[in-house]
């Protein structure tokens, strides 16, 4: 049973540089997350994808692009990465209409 | 708009007390609400959800009752256990997105 999985695990990154985050999930569900979690802050929602196909922005978007590659897979990339983006980044997938939310173990991204 | 408030940690408890994190909320419309747990370099389970109000969620010994009258879900337990200790997080859901409380951490000790 995967569920949710994030890769990489960890990763350290110089101001300016770029990279993509990678999520999969193999539940079948319709709609994926992408969070960040600071200390204090709680989860803070970045952009998620209701459907194949679609995307939307979340609470925090500014800084990222996110891509919905097909109904397991939704990719989150950082174009010129800077400090502020430092966190621990979850992405998390569940089937609509207010059903639980099931999240990966987690990216944690350092920019130095 | 719609956020969740959770009272600040740590929560330090002796193994066997009784355990309460309070957990209080504002939101238009019924919301569905939630408590999460994140173990240590893991991300977050679903503990236990409510749907409707009076409805009592439970989950591995830990219960919350939605109390629409006094929007709130607090957490509780009856006896801790060390291998409770995590990070909480209280949640949740309307319209079309999750929203969490900044989590409370809780450590049980021997």
């Known amino acids: 049973n995967a569920g949710v999985t994030q890769t990489p695990k960890f990763q350290v990154l110089k101001t300016g540089q770029s990279m993509t985050l990678q999520c999969a999930q193999d539940m079948n569900h319709n709609s994926m997350y992408w969070y960040r979690q600071d200390p204090g802050m709680g989860l803070r929602l970045i952009y998620y994808s209701a459907s194949e196909g679609t995307t939307d922005k979340g609470e925090v978007p500014n800084g990222y692009n996110v891509s919905r590659l097909n109904k397991r897979e939704f990719s989150l990339r950082l174009e010129s990465a800077a400090p502020s983006q430092t966190s621990v980044y979850f992405c998390a997938s569940d089937e609509g209409a207010r059903s639980p939310q099931h999240f990966g173990d987690g990216t944690r991204l350092s920019i130095l | 708009g719609d956020s969740v408030t959770q009272m600040e940690g740590p929560v330090t408890l002796s193994e066997e007390a009784f355990l309460t994190i309070n957990c209080t909320y504002t939101?238009?419309?019924?919301?569905?609400l939630f408590w999460y747990v994140q173990y240590p370099g893991e991300g977050l389970q679903l503990l236990l959800k409510a749907t409707k109000a009076d409805d009592k969620g439970s989950n591995k010994g830990f219960e919350a009752t939605y109390r629409k009258e006094t929007t709130s879900f607090h957490l509780e337990k009856g006896s801790v256990q060390v291998s409770d200790s995590a990070v909480y997080f209280c949640?949740?859901?309307?319209?079309?997105?999750?929203?969490f409380g900044t989590g409370t951490r809780l450590q049980v000790f021997p």
């Open positions: 949640a949740l859901y309307n319209t079309d997105k999750l929203i």
């Open positions: 939101a238009t419309g019924y919301p569905s």
